[in-house]
């Protein structure tokens, strides 16, 4: 099983910043076979990002990924007062496995 | 338009059974892979189980094979998880999604809890 290690569990930032959130694999990921999902309280996650790199249909420029191996990684270049919410980075190389999650708060 | 909708969840005593219903519509279900992933209260997301367009299941958790079924029925749209000998650990909200490279389509969830 590969298990995925998001870090912060928190990132605490204000409007307007930049997010770096962090979603690291115990073993590679072969064909950057990785997403990452949006949730906010009481919704449904929102697919982002797919294949580490590749922004979904809709989704806003600022949100971008990075990354191969084991390493990734999802950046928002501009927070704005939606992008509050928990970030979960997914695999789908090996089976699928889950990240805990990374919450973005507001400072 | 593309939805899916859950049904099935409820209060159920450890042992018991229960079977969640996935209805899809706006898209060809039997095109595409479709799952459950499940999160427990103040958690986060767990696959539960997947399976293939033409029915091939893959149980994602563990802690799930042997207990919960996965299956779909094409002519129906729609998606099913028979679960069995459930136990506390399987409270959850259990959401139904569509696979296209990740989980683009997500249903509404349906809520489990089993509790004596």
């Known amino acids: 099983e590969i298990v995925l290690t998001q870090s912060p569990g928190t990132l605490s930032l204000s409007p307007g910043e930049r997010a770096t959130l962090s979603c690291r694999a115990s073993?590679?990921?072969?064909?950057?076979?990785l997403v990452w999902y949006q949730q906010k309280p009481g919704q449904a996650p929102r697919v982002l990002i797919y294949e580490a790199s590749i922004r979904a249909v809709g989704i806003p420029d600022r949100f971008s990924g990075s990354g191969s191996g084991t390493d990734f990684a999802l950046t928002i270049s501009r927070l704005e007062p939606e992008d509050f919410a928990v970030y979960y980075c997914?695999?789908?190389?090996?089976?699928?496995?889950f990240g805990q999650g990374t919450k973005v708060e507001i400072k | 338009q593309v939805q899916l909708v859950e049904s099935g969840g409820g209060l159920v005593k450890p042992g018991g059974s229960l079977r969640l219903s996935c209805a899809a519509s706006g898209f060809t279900f039997s095109d595409y892979y479709m799952s459950w992933i499940r999160q427990a209260p103040g958690k986060g997301l767990e696959c539960v189980s997947y399976?293939?367009?033409?029915?091939?299941?893959?149980y994602c958790a563990d802690s799930v094979r042997g207990r919960f079924i996965i299956s779909r029925d094409n002519a129906r749209n729609s998606l099913y998880l028979q679960m069995n000998n459930l136990r506390a650990e399987d409270t959850a909200v259990y959401y139904c999604g569509r696979w296209s490279g990740g989980l683009d389509v997500w249903g509404q969830g349906t809520t489990v809890t089993v509790s004596s």
């Open positions: 073993q590679s990921v072969s064909n950057n076979y």
């Open positions: 997914q695999q789908h190389a090996y089976s699928w496995t």
């Open positions: 399976i293939s367009g033409s029915g091939i299941p893959i």
